[in-house]
């Protein structure tokens, strides 16, 4: 399974943006995909995650209320809609896949990961 990131960019703070991550090269059945950023100087954490059906979902506490998840199953797609953006998200952000369904916190439950896309929020 490849995964392909897009949609970052630059955007000045209480702007949106909406991720995307498309997987190929393989089935995408029954995997939990998460979006996980990492910022300089620090680990990379989760943002959000996913269940494949869609019922089970993460979100950070940073995330609670503004950023949004969802997928369509059919299209191999992800998305992560990000509201009310703050400078502290300023990130590159990664789409993750896990083949466990687990909608894990946890970086080494992931068996796939696309490249990022960079998010920069200016104040």
């Known amino acids: 399974v490849q995964l392909q990131a897009s949609g970052g960019g630059s955007v000045q703070a209480g702007g949106s943006l909406r991720l995307s991550c498309a997987a190929s090269?393989?089935?995408?059945?029954?995997?939990?995909m998460g979006w996980f950023r990492q910022a300089p100087g620090k680990e990379r954490e989760l943002v959000s995650a996913?269940?494949?059906?869609?019922?089970?979902?993460r979100y950070a506490e940073s995330a609670k209320g503004r950023f949004t998840i969802s997928r369509d199953n059919r299209n191999n797609t992800v998305y992560l809609q990000m509201n009310i953006l703050k400078p502290e998200d300023t990130a590159v952000y990664y789409c993750?896949?896990?083949?466990?369904?687990?909608?894990?916190?946890?970086?080494?439950?992931?068996?796939?990961w696309g490249q990022g896309t960079l998010v920069t929020v200016s104040s």
């Open positions: 996913i269940s494949w059906s869609g019922t089970r979902l």
């Open positions: 993750a896949a896990d083949r466990e369904n687990w909608v894990s916190a946890t970086i080494d439950e992931y068996d796939y």
């Open positions: 090269g393989g089935t995408f059945r029954g995997y939990a």
